[in-house]
């Protein structure tokens, strides 16, 4: 499956698919009040086909949600009842039910097989309208589903999940298999061995795009905080405050973009350490956030996939940073502060960063079955 995305051009007309939307944040707050009180009056879960006979029912009786295709409607009942099932799965591990939304925060609606006709160029055909958009790209495979999505400056978006039916299967052209460490300082350690006699070790620094806007973000923040709620000049402030948020996120993204490319031009082969990212959000907040490294990997996936790379995640509770990567000694406790250390057993001084990396980059060889990696590389090369 592969995802596409592109903006709509902006017109007067594009106000009907905006109320699409808000018909779809009506249509979904409804949905939950019925989900509340069945359960309250039966004590059980309403099930999809039963809730989404009602709506059915309801929409005959409502022009304003007659607006919104039938589809649509059908797809927000499903993820509500998505949403429901991983409550009862995970309610455990502190997951909250589907709760309300506000109508002019809802942000998109979604058409599968019908309702939407692709025309000649950049034209495409929602309900009985014709809307334009920048196409940058052409739509290959078969169409699954269309989403119009709002944001929060009222632009509106066309994702399209198209079937990509390319297999891809690991292609060596490098010869090179990297383990990489992700760290607070460093944003990523690298450690690479082309065969048994070198060996590289690089350090790539994050920009840390939030960091570098924080005094224009506070200042724009209590400009908004200033102006008189529900005037026109606060929407403005809110606005502004949305721009360089937006602004935040594609300078990262890019970056992203251009730092997964150069990584899997460079290797085959890399390998990660699983992370448990909402438990470091808790301990490091705004940190790991400005880092995004699950946005990261996310783009690094797709990138190596397209390119016939392979990404290997190693186990989470895997001690890279206490085993020591010349002997296999591990340390019973290191604490964070720590940045070298010495091994007990052989006397070699390591890195942090640097010896988890290259433990990862071994762990990760041996999982996908080329053992020892200073013999293995060789023989990938041929």
Request: net charge positive; hydrophobic share 35%; aromatic share 10%.
């Amino acid at each position: 499956m592969k995802t596409l995305k592109f903006k709509l051009y902006q017109h007067k007309r594009n106000r009907h698919l905006k109320r699409m939307i808000n018909a779809s944040g009506v249509i979904y707050n409804h949905c939950i009040a019925l989900h509340r009180r069945y359960y309250r009056m039966w004590g059980k879960h309403l099930s999809c086909a039963k809730l989404q006979s009602h709506i059915a029912k309801q929409r005959k009786r409502n022009p304003f949600w007659q607006s919104v295709g039938s589809q649509a409607v059908q797809d927000i009942c499903q993820r509500i009842e998505k949403a429901y099932q991983l409550f009862f799965k995970h309610n455990k591990k502190g997951v909250r039910p589907p709760g309300f939304k506000k109508v002019k925060k809802y942000k998109s609606f979604t058409l599968k097989q019908a309702g939407y006709k692709f025309l000649g160029g950049n034209r495409v055909k929602i309900g009985n309208r014709v809307y334009q958009l920048w196409k940058s790209r052409e739509i290959e495979g078969t169409v699954k589903t269309l989403t119009i999505k709002r944001t929060s400056l009222g632009e509106l978006f066309m994702v399209v999940v198209v079937d990509d039916c390319i297999k891809s299967e690991v292609e060596v052209k490098t010869g090179k298999i990297a383990g990489f460490d992700f760290g607070l300082k460093t944003f990523l350690t690298c450690f690479s061995s082309g065969d048994a006699t070198r060996t590289d070790g690089t350090k790539i620094e994050s920009p840390q795009f939030f960091k570098q806007s924080l005094n224009a973000v506070k200042k724009a923040s209590k400009c908004h905080s200033k102006k008189l709620k529900g005037s026109a000049n606060r929407e403005r402030a809110r606005k502004d405050i949305v721009r360089k948020y937006e602004d935040i996120s594609h300078r990262r993204r890019d970056w992203f973009w251009k730092l997964a490319h150069e990584l899997t031009d460079r290797f085959d082969v890399l390998c990660f350490e699983t992370l448990n990212l909402k438990g470091m959000q808790r301990l490091w907040g705004r940190k790991i956030s400005d880092l995004a490294f699950g946005e990261f990997l996310q783009i690094l996936e797709w990138i190596a996939k397209k390119k016939n790379k392979l990404v290997v995640f190693i186990d989470q509770w895997y001690p890279s940073s206490k085993t020591c990567s010349c002997c296999g000694h591990v340390l019973e406790s290191l604490d964070l502060s720590v940045r070298e250390w010495r091994c007990q057993e052989c006397q070699s001084v390591n890195g942090r960063d640097e010896n988890a990396a290259k433990n990862i980059q071994m762990v990760g060889a041996s999982t996908i079955g080329l053992g020892d990696v200073s013999r293995a590389m060789p023989a990938i090369a041929v």
